[in-house]
């Protein structure tokens, strides 16, 4: 099986923000599909970025680094960036890494959705 059936990564654009949104494996072998599309949108220079991880069924620490490494790039071009994780396996490793103390952390898309308004309004 190749990284990239193990990790599907799709990208929409809402009203607030580019939603990139990743199914399946988050691993050393399949992050690096995660991070090429994120880039690629962050390139685009978007008002807001969601990173949509609820359908992630194992995140490890290259999923983590990503996350990190968004984390940099959205706070060095002042994109807002909120991330969505609902289930155990992100839930666990984004609380135990604390890098749910650096983006902001949904339950949902809409949820996410909100606070990036709330964010433009501010």
Known sequence: MTDERRLTVRVRTTPEAVVVAAAGDLDLGSAPVLRAQARAVLDERPGALIV????????????????????????????????????????????????DEVFALHATVDDARDWVRRQSQE
């Open 52 to 99: 949509d991880l609820d359908e992630i069924g194992f995140c490890g620490s290259a999923g983590l680094q990503v996350l990190a490494e968004l984390v940099a790039a959205t706070t060095a071009g002042g994109v807002p960036l909120a991330v969505v994780a609902d289930r155990y396996p992100v839930l666990r490793v984004v609380r135990l890494s604390r890098l």
